[in-house]
């Protein structure tokens, strides 16, 4: 099979032993439940991944001399500027590997450079920046919108942070709560004041025996599982995907070996198979809040294209073929519309990263379809056709994952709209209400109503067009957000990620 691969051009000769190899299969879904379509109860059997230099540095110049230090006074330094410490810049962001201002706290690059300093388009001559790049929106020049898709590896500098200030363990609830009470008009202040007790659904310590556990949050599995199937269960032939790399011993209470890649490996993908109101608090915490519908709208723009007979809206200057943009990378029946162009039945891959296992054994997507997930920013062309002031675009807003969109305001999920978290990972107790999803016996955490996010774009696996509708409307009426398009907060799928908006520079 043809597939692509990434050069490293802007990572130093230390970085190399992560750097991207670009180039990826899958389970097949039913378009219509939104469901992946494949097998994924049973244990995988696979050696933990291969360590990573963690001395790993990234140029802080362009010819690779250290800088002298800043230039501008003392907290008016902007993204990019030579730094010294946090205090030096106006985002209180000093990258620890570049000694540079950096969007976010998330970029500071405490753990290393995946998933930090490995954003953007591969091939030759191409050079990877930092995952925090935020950029103008195109109308509304007080607001920003993230370049690039929320990585593993900056949702695991949100947890170490927040387990640093409270004895190593990240409490997510505390912070959540905190904001939101310190922020009342925020989505996280939204949740506490109009869904009360719904917060305390987050995890608050680490252990994987913990009520409400972290591991489980970050993709285990679902804690409330919605679908038939989801894609982050690491079964044996299961095709699970779940991005985000947990140690081994944390997965053996699950039943689960060692993760067949390295953690430096998974860290630079988009996050996946977590929560939107996890990756809400992320956003709080990162200096913003999880992107709008609004903010899509805006740089999904108002492109018609004919494929075939049909016309669809895209958010590039023209309709790209299957393997331009990260969708149907190994998956997906039927070609919906059936005239794209590169759409075939069966899907070949056309995107692997990487391609060997931490072991050296070749890709085996049965045992774990993640390769098939590309960094954010590999695929070049997966640009908006809408640009910000600097002329340049949004990447993976078409393709790779769906990603989760915080509606402006009040959305109709419909008649059948999901209601209750049923935490699936723990059984009902003494004085608890028990519940069951899809089957599955758990304890209710959560009565009621359910906020709901809106589902934007294309996925690797073949999900199309969602929100389309809305996204292409002139007036952006958030009525044509259909229920098939939105989900609860507490939803998780393995084609889900997000990305952050923040205020304007």
Not at 457 to 467: K, Q, V
Request: aromatic residues 6%.
């Amino acid at each position: 099979m043809l597939l692509r691969r990434v050069s490293a051009a802007r990572i130093t000769p230390l970085l190399l032993a992560a750097s991207i190899a670009c180039s990826g299969a899958g389970e097949t879904i039913d378009e219509g439940s939104n469901a992946d379509a494949s097998p994924r109860e049973a244990d995988v059997a696979s050696p933990d991944g291969a360590a990573w230099d963690a001395g790993a540095t990234v140029d802080a110049s362009p010819d690779g001399a250290p800088d002298a230090g800043p230039t501008c006074a003392v907290g008016t330094c902007v993204d990019g500027d030579a730094c010294g410490v946090d205090g030096d810049c106006k985002s209180g962001a000093c990258s620890t590997l570049t000694k540079r201002c950096v969007t976010a706290p998330s970029c500071r690059g405490v753990l290393g450079a995946s998933g930090v300093e490995t954003c953007g388009p591969d091939g030759p001559g191409a050079a990877v920046e930092s995952c925090c790049r935020s950029l103008p929106l195109p109308t509304r020049t007080t607001r920003r919108l993230d370049r690039y898709e929320i990585t593993t590896g900056r949702v695991r500098a949100f947890l170490t942070a927040l387990g640093a200030t409270n004895g190593g363990v990240p409490n997510v609830r505390a912070f959540a709560k905190a904001h939101a009470q310190a922020n009342p008009t925020s989505q996280l202040g939204t949740v506490l004041a109009s869904y009360p007790g719904l917060l305390d659904v987050l995890p608050d310590q680490a252990s994987p025996a913990a009520p409400l556990p972290l591991p489980v949050h970050l993709g285990v599995f679902p804690l409330d599982p919605m679908n038939a199937l989801d894609g982050c269960y690491m079964g044996s032939g299961g095709y699970g995907h779940a991005t985000y790399w947990q140690p081994s011993s944390d997965l053996a209470g699950y039943g689960l070996a060692a993760r067949r890649y390295a953690r430096e490996t998974l860290d630079q993908k988009p996050m996946n198979c977590v929560m939107p109101m996890m990756l809400a608090a992320f956003c709080a915490w990162d200096g913003g809040e999880l992107a709008r519908t609004a903010d899509f709208r805006e740089v999904w723009g108002r492109n018609p294209a004919a494929v075939g007979a049909a016309t669809v809206f895209v958010p590039w200057s023209a309709v790209l073929a299957v393997g331009a943009f990260n969708w149907r990378n190994g998956h997906g029946a039927a070609c919906s519309p059936a005239a794209w162009p590169g759409c075939m039945n069966p899907q070949p891959y056309h995107h692997v990263f990487p391609e060997l296992q931490a072991d050296g054994q070749p890709f085996a997507p049965a045992e774990d379809d993640s390769p098939a997930i590309g960094a954010p920013g590999r695929f070049a062309d997966d640009v908006t056709k809408a640009k910000s002031a600097s002329g340049e675009g949004w990447l993976d807003v078409g393709g790779n994952l769906m990603e989760a969109a915080w509606p402006v305001g009040a959305v109709n999920a419909g008649a059948n709209a999901i209601v209750d978290v049923c935490d699936v990972s723990a059984a009902a107790g003494a004085g608890e209400t028990a519940c069951a999803r899809r089957g599955r016996a758990g304890v209710r955490r959560y009565a009621g109503a359910l906020p709901h996010v809106a589902l934007v774009g294309y996925s690797f696996e073949g999900h199309a067009r969602r929100s389309e509708a809305y996204l292409a409307s002139q007036d952006g009426a958030e009525s044509r957000l259909v229920p098939g398009d939105l989900k609860p907060i507490t939803f998780q799928y393995g084609k889900v990620g997000g990305r952050c908006a923040r205020p304007g520079p």
